[in-house]
């Protein structure tokens, strides 16, 4: 499809989005762990419960590196136009029904008396992967204001358990990001782990604040039921309680483990997105506007295409309303060595990590360490590095 749009000093550009039939495969993606468990229940054969892992972790990577950057990037002037094409907004919601798919196919395969331990590791690895993406679906919708993609949202974060996002990041993250005040924004020499520890209860303990205030002002008490998150958490429960009322109360441990690595795959997203940037600081204590070069960006066409432009991450948070197919990237940005999975691999290894982002974190801030979200508890170690490096370079020069 052709978008058309007239610009400023009145000649008419036209913009062909050359991936509009491929997007298909962010619906199709988060299918790949529900289809290996009607392999399983069909043939008996285990061996399915690896193919999710394989293909997110592996191909996807592989592709990433093959393939290439998305070199589509929609002119500022059809941004409007692209926006308002439903075809991108009923993909979203074809989505929804896909990660339940998976999850509640899994969590069926999960419980069958001679499912094999290993392949019961298999399925909830697999299911919390494509339940912590359908996160990224609710991510999408969270950002628009109607009442329909709301409750489209909360029904994606419902998966995982993950009711509070939509409020936390909306009104939380988008506001405190790439400062040192954001539980969501990983700090310069902090590990994974350690961010962890600190993201997942912080983000939640912050969503729960703001719906509390927020009913509060309307005179209401947090266990109302207009309570936005209460609703997503209630959504949970009903399918949960059915899981477990039909296969026991060992799938209670199905049910927790698979939320805990929905929950631990956006966390590592959050990582990777904004490690170690950091808005400037003004004299009267407020931060400097949000832009796109706070975020880490990943123009790789694969990963892309598996999660609605999620990795176009720049242009999102300096313009959280625009719609994932009309976000852009440009060359300037900073940029993460590899797509999400490749990332989150690298990720997983602290070392390997800092031993790659580090140099890019001190080159985006121009070797200025006041000038990035540093880790407090490392903060006396990376001055004295950083400060024998830049005095080994002095005397090389």
């Known amino acids: 499809m052709i978008f058309t749009a007239t610009t400023k ?42 193919v999710p892992i394989i293909m ?33 907004r009923v993909l ?37 992967t494509s339940s912590g993406t359908a996160i990224t679906v609710g991510h999408e919708l969270g950002h628009k204001p109607n009442r329909l993609d709301q409750w489209g949202a909360k029904l994606a974060n419902a998966v995982s358990g993950y009711g509070h996002f939509c409020i936390e990041h909306n009104r939380g993250h988008h506001v405190h990001v790439a400062t040192p005040e954001d539980p969501a924004s990983a700090r310069l020499g902090e590990s994974l782990w350690r961010f962890a520890c600190r993201e997942i209860p ?14 509060a002002r309307k005179g209401l008490g947090f266990w109302h039921w207009r309570n936005d998150i209460l609703q997503g958490y209630a959504i949970t429960l009903v399918a949960d309680l059915a899981l477990i009322a039909a296969f026991g109360w060992p799938m209670l441990v199905f049910v927790l483990v698979h939320n805990l ?32 070069r706070h975020s880490w960006n990943t123009n790789h066409i694969i990963s892309n295409l598996m999660l609605f432009h999620l990795q176009r991450h720049s242009d ?19 940029t993460l060595p590899s797509g999400y999975p490749g990332s989150f691999l690298l990720a997983a290894f602290p070392s390997l990590w800092f031993r790659v982002m580090d140099p890019k974190v001190m080159a985006w801030a121009g070797g200025d360490l006041t000038r990035t979200n540093l880790d407090p508890a490392r903060a006396a170690e990376y001055r004295a590095r950083w400060s024998a490096r830049r005095a080994d370079q002095a005397t090389l020069a």
């Not at 290993?118 to 909830?124: Q, R, T």
């Not at 912080?202 to 009913?215: D, K, Q």
């Not at 966390?267 to 832009?291: I, S």
């Open 9 to 50: 000093s009145g000649d008419r550009i036209e913009y062909r989005d050359k991936k509009r039939g491929l997007w298909i495969l962010s619906v199709l993606s988060p299918s790949l762990p529900g289809l290996a468990a009607l392999a399983l229940l069909m043939t008996g054969e285990a061996w399915w419960t690896a």
């Open 56 to 88: 997110y972790y592996g191909v996807f990577v592989i592709g990433d590196h093959l393939v290439g950057v998305d070199p589509n990037n929609p002119p500022e002037d059809v941004v409007e136009a692209m926006a308002s094409d439903p075809y991108y």
């Open 92 to 128: 979203l919601f074809l989505s929804v029904p896909v990660f339940w798919f998976s999850f509640l196919t899994c969590a069926i395969a999960a419980g069958q008396p001679d499912t094999p331990w290993w392949a019961w590791i298999g399925l909830v690895v697999a299911a919390g």
């Open 202 to 215: 912080g983000t939640a303990l912050r969503g729960w604040r703001m719906e509390r205030a927020r009913l």
């Open 261 to 292: 690595i929905g929950w631990f795959h956006l966390t590592t997203a959050n990582y990777v997105e904004h490690y170690g940037l950091k808005r400037d600081q003004k004299p009267d204590g407020r931060y400097e506007p949000c832009e796109p």
């Open 316 to 334: 999102h948070h300096a313009n959280p309303l625009r719609p994932y197919q009309a976000l852009r990237s440009f060359d300037e940005l900073p």
